[in-house]
């Protein structure tokens, strides 16, 4: 097989996954196997976070891009996996522990649409920068795509859930303990994996060279200062 | 190993509530046996006393603190990890008897033994719940150095992990008195050659046993808050010497949460 095709049968292959995404199905794809929804989530996540980190593209910055698609895919799982344990604990001690497959196969369609959003969003991303928007406002539009693509993520998660909720109705509460958690813990998994887009007058960085803050304790701070 | 093996089976299956259908409650929870939940709570216990612990040694504390060594987080986090299993011990201890004395009276009329294997079930639960939100825990306090933040954190987790296994508790007294109530009721009707007892006369008996089971049940969570309270400090201030318990009476886990929110919160 040449590369060319191997490349068209890929894409061809993603195509079914993504469109399976929104519409699910009993005998689906993702019903069948969720690894190809992991591959979505390390394939497209690093789109976006390369082009979020491409706001300054000299040669001594454009290490931001590097570090920005490594980080999309952690800031995504890493929060998954932290989140895990208690949520596996909730849904067993409720009697749900059957379904946990469907559960968590939910979650994942949900976070493999975040990451094929954001990667569709990037060029707007690229748009912004080019057009000449300062630091700060790179910041809040790249807020504003997240936020984006975050409820479309979540409708695919809903739409998966639905099917569970209407089996057993407890399926909704462990849905909203599952998006609190990882809402609280993700903001503070971003706030650790900052810079993402880079300020102009920082040192190129993996992380802040400030030893590890909370967000929480931060954000409180920054609201009592105003 | 095998030991270890078999108890992460039982403990599997009690989350899962296969061992406390309504078979098990008719021959008085004999499928929890003690030997093997005590040891399961006491770990799990101890699981999330170790990543409370954590704090004090992950936490930057201000350099020459008069009376504090460098021993003292090691010390603190052992203390945190020995005292979160003891804060249960000690309110069963304080609270086990009336809860004998309720469910003799109004409710299942379970033994002793049962009675007490009902209560450890429920302590696992809730100790399990508290273990598996044990890695959010890690994860903020190596990225926290506000020591307010971390307590109303645990507040937050350990009260989610109470509430689970306060409603696993509310919930099976309530199938048992279910289950206990009407055959004795029936069984009662049999003797005097009556029919049995039918509709609201039923209805009624079980719910006066489920709100006295309510008022228990908040008993139950006051007394283990005020004994978090007692066996402080579990999460060890950075910047104060250690103390296996800080000793003076004045003050309540309420009012101290309350005080570590605002703080938080800069009101």
């Known amino acids: ?226 | 190993m095998a030991s270890v093996t078999h108890a992460i089976r039982a403990l599997d299956e009690l989350l899962r509530g296969d061992r406390t259908r309504s078979a098990d409650l008719r021959v008085g929870l004999a499928n929890i046996p003690l030997r093997i939940f005590i040891p399961v709570a006491i770990v799990l216990g101890c699981t999330y006393g170790l990543f409370m612990g954590w704090y004090a040694i992950a936490a930057p504390a201000l350099p020459n603190v008069p009376g504090r060594t460098a021993a003292d987080p090691w010390l603190q986090l052992i203390a945190s990890t020995v005292k979160l299993p003891a804060l249960f011990v000690f309110t069963l201890i304080v609270t086990f008897p009336s809860l004998y004395v309720f469910n003799a009276l109004v409710g299942a009329r379970l033994r002793f033994i049962p009675t007490l294997r009902l209560l450890i079930a429920a302590v696992v639960i809730n100790l399990a719940v508290g273990a598996s939100l044990g890695p959010i825990l890690g994860f903020f306090t190596v990225s926290t150095s506000s020591y307010a933040f971390m307590i109303v954190l645990n507040a937050a987790l350990l009260g989610i992990a109470g509430m689970v296994g306060l409603w696993f508790l509310l919930q099976t007294l309530r199938r048992l008195t279910q289950v206990a109530v009407l055959d004795s009721a029936d069984e009662a009707a049999a003797e005097a050659g009556a029919p049995p007892i039918e509709g609201e006369a039923r209805a009624e008996k079980v719910t006066t046993a489920n709100t006295i089971f309510s008022i228990w049940v908040i008993i139950y969570a006051l007394v283990g808050a005020q004994m978090g309270w007692l066996l402080r400090p579990f999460i060890g201030h950075p910047n104060l010497p250690f103390e296996w318990i800080r000793g003076t009476r004045e003050g309540n886990f309420f009012s101290s949460v309350a005080f570590h929110l605002r703080q938080l919160l800069g009101m």
């Open chain 1, 1 to 226: 097989m040449t590369a060319l095709a191997a490349i068209s049968s890929g894409l061809a292959r993603a195509d079914a996954l993504i469109r399976e995404l929104g519409r699910p199905r009993l005998a689906g794809l993702i019903e069948r196997d969720w690894r190809p929804l992991l591959l979505l989530i390390v394939v497209f996540g690093p789109i976006y976070g390369a082009f979020m980190g491409s706001f300054d593209l000299t040669p001594e910055r454009s290490l931001l891009m590097l570090y920005g698609g490594i980080k999309v895919p952690i800031l995504i799982l890493l929060t998954t996996v932290i989140c895990l344990p208690g949520f596996f604990a909730l849904n067993t001690v409720l009697g749900l522990r059957d379904d946990f497959g469907r559960a968590m196969r939910a979650i994942l369609a949900g976070q493999a649409a975040l990451a094929v959003t954001l990667a569709s969003l990037a060029p707007l991303t690229r748009f912004a920068y080019t057009s000449g928007v300062d630091h700060r406002w790179a910041l809040i539009f790249n807020a504003a795509m997240f936020t984006l693509a975050t409820g479309i993520g979540q409708l695919v998660m809903m739409r998966r859930y639905r099917a569970l909720i209407a089996q057993r109705p407890a399926h909704r509460l462990m849905l909203w303990t599952w998006v609190i958690l990882y809402a609280f813990v993700g903001i503070q998994t971003g706030w650790m994996l900052r810079p993402f887009v880079g300020s102009p007058g920082l040192p190129v960085a993996f992380f802040r060279p400030e030893p590890f803050s909370n967000a929480y304790d931060a954000l409180f701070r920054i609201f009592l200062r105003l």
